[in-house]
């Protein structure tokens, strides 16, 4: 790489594109070209980046050629194919899909936690975290370097653009459907006012919650659930941490909330937990339950950090925590901690550091 990096995201079109575009053009500008890509579908679509109008190219191989960095934002198919194209045209990819998450010989990458492992990528590939484990892992990242993490139980309350655009749009059409009704009130009346096409999710999300995100596992666990275990334990290199989670959607747009019940190796001391939270890189601590102060998705959507609040000690354990989490799912849980990837990545070769494996 010389001069300013030339950088593509691929998917730019799509929920995570649209607030990486956002994103880039928020950020200390460091990169030459920024290309734009996505399906043959919105092939010549112009859209926004920098201030500038840049007209989107259709994935092919050809895409890729002069290209330094390459965000990828698109379906789990789409970048199990593509990663490896573009990576073999010389690009460094930074993946936001789940296939290569788990990869051994693709770091998974949180900055403010575990940055150093960016620079191991005999694959060419950097992996990007699923965006429920991004909500909470930057808060637990700086309390276990303090207290030692041994066991975490997680509950989410996901937001439908978690779920893409289609997520957005579902719940959009079925709020629409549910508006200034009496619903709500008698089994199944959500569920006929909305009909049969409930979207990505298997059941109406509007006026509801939904014990439910993503596919089915073994013995009845979610891909979702599995995903936030196998990617925090990968993330705090801590392989046999007990994880137990359970995953819910809930009619929010963005921002993802998720309560922790954190054990640790030691006592922890609520004002010790609090003062590691208020330093932290990353995160804001909202936490006046008296003055009614707590983060909640209306507030956090849109912003950048880890919000923090309800925090206190497990009535029943004083080596364990009780957190409430919220994060924008398609800032840090997606786009802002890709952004972040690519800038270390891009800082290499500037502050004079030998090239990466
Ligand atoms: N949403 C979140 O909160 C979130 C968080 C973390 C990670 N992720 C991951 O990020 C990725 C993108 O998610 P999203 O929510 O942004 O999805 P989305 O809204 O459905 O957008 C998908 C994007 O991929 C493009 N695409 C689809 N098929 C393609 C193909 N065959 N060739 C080239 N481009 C193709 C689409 O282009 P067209 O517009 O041309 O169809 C669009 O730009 C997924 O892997 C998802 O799991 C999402």
Same mark, same amino acid.
């Not at 950020?27 to 679509?45: F, M, N, T």
């Not at 909202?286 to 880890?306: L, Q, R, S, Y």
């Given at each position: 790489?010389?001069?300013?990096?030339?950088?593509?995201?691929?998917?730019?079109?799509?929920?995570?594109?649209?607030?990486?575009?956002?994103?880039?053009?928020?950020?200390?500008?460091?990169?030459?070209?920024?290309?734009?890509?996505a399906s043959p579908?919105?092939?010549?679509?112009?859209?926004?980046?920098?201030?500038?109008?840049?007209?989107?190219?259709?994935?092919?191989?050809?895409?890729?050629?002069?290209?330094?960095?390459?965000?990828?934002?698109?379906?789990?198919?789409?970048?199990?194919?593509?990663?490896?194209?573009?990576?073999?045209?010389?690009?460094?990819?930074?993946?936001?899909?789940?296939?290569?998450?788990?990869?051994?010989?693709?770091?998974?990458?949180?900055?403010?936690?575990?940055?150093?492992?960016?620079?191991?990528?005999?694959?060419?590939?950097?992996?990007?975290?699923?965006?429920?484990?991004?909500?909470?892992? *930057? +808060? #637990?990242?700086?309390?276990?370097?303090?207290?030692? /993490? %041994? &066991?975490?139980?997680? $509950? @989410?309350?996901?937001?439908?653009?978690?779920?893409?655009?289609?997520?957005?749009?579902?719940?959009?059409?079925?709020?629409?459907?549910?508006?200034?009704?009496?619903?709500?009130?008698?089994?199944?009346?959500?569920?006929?006012?909305?009909?049969?096409?409930?979207?990505?999710?298997?059941?109406? *999300? +509007? #006026?509801?919650?939904?014990?439910?995100?993503?596919? /089915? %596992? &073994?013995?009845?666990? $979610? @891909?979702?659930?599995?995903?936030?275990?196998?990617?925090?334990?990968?993330?705090?290199?801590?392989?046999?941490?007990?994880?137990?989670?359970?995953?819910?959607?809930?009619?929010?747009?963005?921002?993802?909330?998720?309560?922790?019940?954190?054990?640790?190796?030691?006592?922890?001391?609520?004002?010790? +937990?609090?003062?590691?939270?208020?330093?932290a890189p990353g995160?804001?601590?909202?936490?006046?339950?008296?003055?009614?102060?707590?983060?909640?998705?209306?507030?956090?959507?849109?912003?950048?950090?880890?919000?923090?609040?309800?925090?206190r000690r497990a009535?029943?354990?004083?080596?364990?925590?009780?957190?409430?989490?919220?994060?924008?799912?398609?800032?840090?849980?997606?786009?802002?901690?890709?952004?972040?990837?690519?800038?270390?990545?891009?800082?290499?070769?500037?502050?004079?550091?030998?090239?990466?494996?």
């Amino acid at each position: 790489m010389t001069g300013r990096p030339t950088l593509a995201v691929v998917g730019a079109t799509g929920a995570v594109g649209t607030v990486m575009l956002q994103i880039l053009s928020q950020r200390a500008d460091i990169w030459g070209e920024i290309r734009l890509i996505a399906s043959p579908r919105s092939a010549g679509r112009k859209l926004t980046v920098r201030g500038a109008e840049v007209e989107v190219a259709a994935l092919t191989e050809d895409a890729f050629a002069g290209v330094d960095i390459a965000l990828f934002d698109v379906p789990d198919e789409v970048a199990a194919e593509w990663a490896p194209v573009a990576a073999a045209r010389g690009a460094v990819v930074v993946d936001n899909s789940g296939a290569f998450r788990m990869d051994p010989d693709v770091p998974l990458v949180v900055p403010e936690v575990n940055p150093h492992t960016v620079r191991s990528r005999p694959r060419g590939i950097v992996a990007n975290p699923n965006c429920t484990t991004l909500t909470m892992i *930057v +808060a #637990l990242g700086a309390l276990h370097a303090e207290f030692g /993490l %041994r &066991e975490l139980v997680v $509950s @989410s309350y996901q937001a439908v653009s978690g779920a893409g655009r289609a997520g957005v749009e579902a719940l959009r059409a079925q709020l629409s459907l549910v508006a200034g009704t009496e619903l709500g009130t008698s089994p199944g009346d959500v569920r006929r006012a909305v009909g049969e096409d409930t979207g990505p999710f298997p059941e109406p *999300v +509007a #006026l509801n919650v939904v014990p439910w995100a993503g596919s /089915l %596992r &073994e013995d009845g666990w $979610s @891909s979702e659930e599995m995903k936030v275990r196998d990617e925090s334990r990968k993330i705090l290199g801590l392989p046999r941490l007990p994880v137990a989670v359970t995953c819910v959607r809930v009619p929010v747009i963005t921002t993802h909330s998720l309560t922790v019940h954190a054990r640790f190796q030691r006592e922890v001391g609520v004002e010790g +937990a609090r003062e590691i939270l208020a330093t932290a890189p990353g995160v804001v601590l909202c936490d006046d339950p008296a003055a009614g102060e707590f983060p909640t998705p209306a507030d956090v959507v849109g912003t950048d950090p880890t919000w923090v609040g309800r925090v206190r000690r497990a009535l029943d354990d004083p080596t364990a925590l009780e957190l409430f989490v919220c994060g924008d799912n398609l800032r840090k849980g997606a786009a802002l901690n890709c952004a972040q990837i690519a800038e270390l990545i891009a800082a290499e070769t500037s502050a004079g550091v030998p090239p990466a494996l």
